[in-house]
């Protein structure tokens, strides 16, 4: 019975690809996989590999030698909060044009190069979270949106890893666009913005946050602050792209 079911399920892929043949879901060229981006638009991001700091992910220059272990001046005095941060990519030009219209205009077809990517960031670390749950939107951005774009990342990622996703234990009130403020104001914009409303579901849990962008990393560390609260025994982040400041 399984045999026919997945005969069946082949062969209606295989009519999908007939009808629709497998585009790069940026510029449209045919690609072999669905959803995944063409070779030269894969080229055109800047991807971040090693060296970079074991703890956040920043990274370094490749001319730099820093050890087995290095550690990035925010991470060396503290300044990190969550155990662990990977992003995919520097936030840039390319990236920014791949993660507008996906928050905003509807590119879901961006999700599952974005979330392979950012798996293929979580490649080298050890953690084995319990919980994946996408950064919560307010509800007010939500029905004005339709859909919260971390989710669509969290998703594959959740199922990746064997984890349970969460989008119902925390939530988050509406807060003016932090569109171009710096990182004090940031941070004092957040806060208090989420209230974990089940926390019998956090406490004790290792937990990975999913976004698709980080700015100043204030929306995590707030984060951080109540899941830590509320129980949490470990707290992780992994996004798309992160913004490079100098640190
Ligand atoms: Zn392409
Ligand atoms: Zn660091």
Redesign the pocket.
């Known amino acids: 019975m399984r045999a026919v079911s997945n005969l069946i399920s082949s062969l209606s892929h295989s009519c999908i690809d007939f009808l629709f043949p497998s585009a790069c879901p940026i510029c449209g060229e045919p690609v072999s996989t669905h959803g995944e981006l063409c070779a030269d638009c894969w080229a055109s991001f800047n991807w971040i590999g090693n060296p970079k700091?074991v703890?956040?992910g920043?990274p370094f220059p490749a001319s730099i030698d820093l050890g087995d272990r290095p550690?990035?001046p925010?991470?060396a005095s503290g300044g990190?909060v969550l155990d662990l941060i990977r992003a995919a990519c520097v936030y840039d030009d390319v990236s920014r044009s791949a993660v507008l219209p996906f928050k905003h205009t509807g590119r879901i077809k961006y999700a599952k190069f974005m979330s392979r990517a950012m798996m293929w960031a979580l490649r080298d670390v050890d953690i084995r979270p319990d919980i994946v749950m996408p950064v919560p939107l307010a509800w007010r951005r939500l029905c004005h949106r339709g859909y919260n774009q971390a989710t669509l990342l969290a998703r594959p990622i959740a199922k990746a890893m064997n984890a349970v996703m969460d989008v119902d234990s925390v939530h988050r009130k509406y807060r003016p666009d932090m569109g171009h403020k710096n990182a004090k104001q940031r941070a004092e914009n957040i806060r208090g913005a989420f209230k974990v409303v089940h926390p019998n579901k956090i406490r004790g849990k290792k937990i990975l946050l999913v976004d698709d962008v980080m700015t100043t990393g204030a929306t995590f560390a707030e984060l951080h602050r109540v899941l830590t609260k509320a129980g949490a025994s470990a707290v992780y982040g992994v996004v798309f792209c992160r913004v490079m400041r100098a640190i």
Do not use: A, I
Request: glycine share 0%; with cysteine.
């Open positions: 700091c703890k956040c920043y550690l990035c925010t991470c990190c």
